[in-house]
């Protein structure tokens, strides 16, 4: 069972910058995709970014794409967001998530966290 702790969150004004960061407990086979969704109060669960332990590659939504940056540390089997330029519609709690699949959808996850609050004042 891999465990995800999350931590990061806060309170920032429009136009500014956190850093989200993601500790898993392990890294294997089914856990290589690790990725980071959000959920506003009121909506369904959406997809922010992701990444694969081996090669790194990544992949976002477009909503945050030139924005946010996603990087993980596999020595310390750590996964970070780098959320620049936050805008109020940002406000969400935002979850990591592992699993085998290169994926947007959160059902291909199988490991979540309890989630980080990310709140943007306007």
């Known amino acids: 069972q891999v465990q995800l702790v999350e931590s990061g969150g806060g309170l920032v004004q429009t136009g500014g910058s956190l850093r989200l960061s993601c500790a898993a407990s392990?890294?294997?086979?089914?856990?290589?995709?690790m990725a980071w969704f959000r959920q506003a109060p009121g909506k369904d669960l959406e997809f922010v970014a992701g990444i694969s332990w081996g090669a790194g590659a990544s992949y976002y939504a477009n909503s945050v794409k030139d924005r946010f940056t996603i990087s993980r540390d596999n020595a310390k089997n750590t996964v970070y967001l780098q959320m620049d330029a936050l805008k109020p519609e940002d406000t969400a709690a935002y979850y990591c998530?592992?699993?085998?699949?290169?994926?947007?959808?959160?059902?291909?996850?199988?490991?979540w966290g309890q989630g980080t609050q990310v709140t943007v004042s306007s």
């Open positions: 392990e890294r294997t086979v089914s856990s290589r995709v």
């Open positions: 998530a592992s699993g085998a699949l290169f994926s947007p959808s959160n059902s291909d996850f199988r490991f």
